[in-house]
């Protein structure tokens, strides 16, 4: 992307990009902490106090401190709170009273890749106006002869980093004497994989206060091995080291440590389709699960909306982005939500999704169960899927295409309730994506080629 033609700097999940590189360059991030301090001092009427956290990439110090330094100049009380999950900053902006909290990371991305999220007290991330008018200032000032920030006086910068052994302590209490209040793990075999990530410290540390006999993979953060070939992305080292040490079960967190996944004792994946019923079992027996409603996305197999239906609970879906999943928990007043890759929302503990959140919760689940998560996970019947894009010429709506649409119609007539179709085109690409899931392989193949057929012949290139 460059420089010139760069009006959006914030995507679905804050701003993202190659570290160094347009907008992740110092002297653009610099001027992203002046036009965000501006903006927020604008509401509030007042110069505001921020918090920054960052992950392990060895762009994190660099992008700090010039966020750091811009955000100063514009008259923000900034202070860090170092190597700390993402979530993590969500909590410490709201526990310790900072007007919002400010993310350097990108995820599950590799090394090179970094990004910033910036949260308000709830937990919530930016509204899209707020988000509209700082890119409107960047851009402004980018295309104007702006000054340099001076380098920040040594006493300012030891004085941002005062208190990070402090808030990172506070966020660990936090998790477990408030959220595994009463939970005790005590003989469970727990491996864990933190990805070289954010939760390197605080993961290991968590579960064995908790009782737990854990054994680390992934905990060795070198400013480039965040991501690599570890984490909840890349599973297969946590799959062996389950089956091998003949663990209970595996925990396996990305980067920031905002998602997780789990793996049984057979080494078997328990991703969040999974995970999203196991736990909204555990909250309808309790009865804390509001309306009898779980929100996921569109790509949620079916074979969890079966699954709760057949427990008399309703799944509502939104569009891929945990942003779009928190809209729909509270515009519906739920409980419980999440994505297929992990990334749960208990919207009465965090509007963040928190990985470490979500293992204590499953954790719960399977001691007020007596069962193992195997046991657990294999109530929801996972229905193959297949997914097809057809290159297309032109974008328009499939509706509007008479033989399209009743070959949808055929299909959607055939599935009964026993299937799923998603047709939609890709954002970036001239592509239709064609999402089909039955319970039988061969026939959603069969399904999904015919409907690329017609579409191609409709539309594609």
């Known amino acids: 992307m460059s420089q010139a033609n760069a009006t959006r700097l914030f995507g679905t999940d804050g701003i993202r990009g190659?570290?160094?590189?347009?907008?992740?360059?110092a002297a653009t991030v610099e001027r992203i902490g002046r036009a965000l301090v501006a903006n927020i001092a604008r509401d509030l009427g007042r110069a505001p106090r921020l918090l920054i956290g960052r992950d392990t990439r060895e762009?994190?110090?660099?992008?700090?401190?010039?966020?750091?330094?811009?955000?100063?100049?514009?008259?923000?009380r900034v202070e860090s709170a170092g190597v700390i999950t993402t979530p993590g900053v969500a909590y410490v902006t709201r526990a310790h009273g900072f007007d919002a909290g400010m993310v350097i990371s990108a995820s599950h991305n590799p090394f090179g890749d970094n990004g910033i999220k910036v949260f308000s007290p709830t937990g919530k991330k930016l509204a899209d106006e707020m988000e509209q008018r700082v890119e409107r200032e960047v851009a402004a000032v980018s295309h104007a002869a702006a000054d340099e920030t001076p380098a920040l006086p040594s006493t300012d910068a030891q004085r941002a980093h005062a208190r990070e052994a402090e808030y990172q302590a506070s966020y660990l209490e936090f998790l477990?004497?408030?959220?595994?209040?009463?939970?005790?793990?005590?003989?469970?075999?727990?491996?864990?994989?933190?990805?070289?990530?954010?939760?390197?410290?605080?993961?290991?540390?968590?579960?064995?206060r908790l009782g737990a006999d854990i054994e680390v993979i992934n905990d060795a953060p070198d400013g480039r091995n965040i991501n690599e070939g570890c984490g909840s992305l890349h599973l297969e080292g946590l799959q062996r080291l389950v089956?091998?040490?003949?663990?209970?079960?595996?925990?396996?967190?990305?980067?920031?440590?905002?998602?997780?996944?789990?793996?049984?004792?057979?080494?078997?994946l328990v991703d969040g389709d999974a995970t999203l019923l196991i736990l909204a079992d555990e909250l309808k027996r309790r009865g804390q699960l509001n309306r009898d409603t779980v929100v996921a996305t569109v790509m949620s197999n079916i074979?969890?909306?079966?699954?709760?239906?057949?427990?008399?609970?309703?799944?509502?879906?939104?569009?891929?982005?945990d942003r779009y999943v928190l809209e729909e928990l509270l515009a519906r007043d739920a409980r419980?939500?999440?994505?297929?890759?992990?990334?749960?929302?208990?919207?009465?503990?965090?509007?963040?999704?928190?990985?470490?959140?979500?293992?204590?919760?499953?954790?719960?689940?399977?001691?007020?169960?007596?069962?193992?998560?195997?046991e657990l996970a294999a109530a929801m019947q996972r229905f193959p899927q297949v997914l097809v894009n057809v290159r297309v010429r032109r974008k328009v709506p499939l509706d509007s295409l008479p033989e399209v649409?009743?070959?949808?119609?055929?299909?959607?007539?055939?599935?009964?309730g026993r299937g799923r179709l998603l047709v939609r085109y890709s954002g970036t690409e001239n592509l239709a994506r064609i999402?089909?899931?039955?319970?039988?392989?061969?026939?959603?193949?069969?399904?999904?080629?015919?409907?690329?057929?017609?579409?191609?012949?409709?539309?594609?290139?």
Do not use: Y
């Open 336 to 374: 419980l939500g999440g994505e297929q890759s992990g990334h749960i929302i208990f919207p009465q503990i965090s509007l963040a999704g928190d990985g470490m959140i979500t293992a204590i919760e499953l954790l719960r689940a399977v001691r007020a169960a007596g069962r193992s998560l195997a």
């Open 59 to 76: 762009s994190g110090p660099m992008i700090e401190a010039a966020l750091t330094r811009g955000a100063m100049a514009s008259g923000a």
């Open 18 to 25: 190659r570290a160094g590189e347009f907008p992740l360059d």
């Open 405 to 416: 649409k009743l070959a949808m119609d055929n299909l959607e007539n055939e599935m009964q």
């Open 176 to 208: 477990a004497e408030e959220i595994a209040a009463g939970l005790r793990l005590d003989s469970m075999q727990i491996g864990l994989d933190c990805a070289n990530g954010a939760a390197s410290r605080f993961a290991p540390e968590l579960f064995r």
């Open 243 to 268: 089956v091998e040490r003949h663990l209970d079960l595996g925990i396996a967190f990305d980067g920031d440590a905002d998602r997780a996944l789990f793996v049984d004792a057979e080494g078997r």
């Open 303 to 321: 074979g969890l909306e079966l699954a709760l239906g057949e427990r008399g609970i309703a799944l509502v879906r939104a569009n891929v982005g």
């Open 435 to 461: 999402m089909i899931e039955g319970e039988k392989q061969e026939r959603i193949e069969a399904q999904a080629s015919a409907l690329a057929a017609c579409i191609r012949a409709a539309i594609g290139e």
